[in-house]
């Protein structure tokens, strides 16, 4: 059984090639709603996590939706 690999919410917008103002026109929130949900997106709601979703063309299961530091624990507890 494989491991899902996932990404920041930042990382994935950045690799569909939108900045943040562009992204959050195109799901309809101000660009410091998303700036705050990529910092810590434990709280997205369903619609937004969806749109995030398909406008980055990412599924949801590769996502990280959480706080980036704890994203960032994660990632160096599994490289030690």
Known sequence: ??????I???AARRNAGYSQAEAAKRIGV??????????DSSKIGFSEMNDLSRL???PKNNIFF???N???RLLRSKVN
Not at 1 to 6: E, F, K, L
């Open 66 to 68: 959480g706080n980036r």
């Open 70 to 72: 704890e994203f960032i």
């Open 8 to 10: 920041t919410l930042e």
């Open 30 to 39: 101000h660009y410091q709603t998303l700036a705050a949900l990529e910092k």
């Open 1 to 6: 059984m494989g491991t899902t690999i996932q």
């Open 56 to 58: 980055y063309h990412i």
